[in-house]
């Protein structure tokens, strides 16, 4: 991510951020005259004790010096949340991470790992890259979504999949908290890769093809690791019910494994094994 596109990313986000604050939360005055949801800037700045000058450049992109004490108060005005505060100061404080593109890397998970998530025997489990690219995955994940090895490697982007396959979209019954909550990880990268060019150039392409991610993207979410309830509703088994888990794989290649653990108190487990013993 050149410069520009660093703080137009920032702009995006604070934007984001700002509308969805009530005036009325913030201790404003509703009044009749509000044209756009949330707060406006002036009330931001009143908010984070900065001038309105200064907050407007900020929100608009401008190359300015902003302190991390500043954005401190900036971040508690608007209500972050942990993550969304890391994502702020890694656009606003230029936190470049120095890792190559793993665009053509060719990952591949070490046998110690597959080794794990194969004996998660009926729990799905993926392992993508930080760029959403899947780099291993288990039995459990092909019954349940769809064959992996038979997508060529350089369409294996969990992101694409979930926005252009049928298949995510006719599985999952809540299919947009399923893809905001792989967003709101993919935009975790996003903030902290500013370096890599390879996100903008996808997110052009993302937000051309689909008008949808468009819309999921501009909401502003961010999440280093959501935890996600999921419905599936699968062809062949039925409802399936899931709790989305990721965990960060320790190392130089920055691996996260989604494991999809069947939801307490359901069927969800004995129709994975049905599932698996009639598919061989």
């Not at 690219?133 to 039995?139: P, Y």
């Amino acid at each position: 991510m050149n410069s520009t596109a660093r703080l137009q990313a920032l702009s995006v986000f604070l934007k984001s951020q700002r509308a969805k604050i009530l005036p009325e939360d913030a201790g404003f005055p509703v009044g009749t005259r509000r044209r756009t949801p949330g707060l406006r800037r002036e009330e931001v700045a009143q908010l984070a004790g900065v001038s309105t000058t200064w907050y407007t450049w900020l929100e608009q992109g401008r190359d300015i010096q902003a302190s991390p004490s500043v954005l401190d108060c900036i971040a508690a005005a608007l209500r972050m949340n942990a993550d969304e505060r890391k994502y702020l100061y890694s656009l606003a404080l230029e936190a470049a991470s120095s890792v190559p593109s793993a665009e053509s890397a060719n990952l591949q998970i070490g046998p110690a790992l597959q080794k794990i998530i194969t004996g998660l025997e009926h729990c799905p489990a993926i392992v993508s890259d930080r760029m959403c690219n899947i780099v291993g995955w288990n039995a459990a994940a092909c019954h349940v979504f769809l064959d992996f090895e038979r997508i060529p490697p350089d369409e294996r982007n969990m992101i694409r999949l979930l926005f252009e396959r049928r298949e995510f979209r006719r599985l999952a019954v809540n299919w947009e908290q399923f893809a905001s909550g792989f967003l709101s990880m993919f935009r975790s990268y996003y903030g902290r890769y500013v370096g890599d060019d390879w996100y903008e150039r996808f997110l052009e392409e993302m937000i051309a093809a689909h008008p949808e991610f468009k819309t999921m993207w501009e909401h502003g979410q961010v999440s280093y690791a959501p935890e996600v309830h999921l419905e599936f509703r699968h062809a062949k088994a039925g409802k399936m019910v899931y709790e989305l888990t990721s965990l960060s794989v320790y190392g130089p290649d920055d691996l996260r494994c989604s494991v999809y653990t069947p939801a307490p108190d359901t069927t969800t487990e004995a129709k994975l094994r049905r599932l698996m013993e009639e598919g061989g």
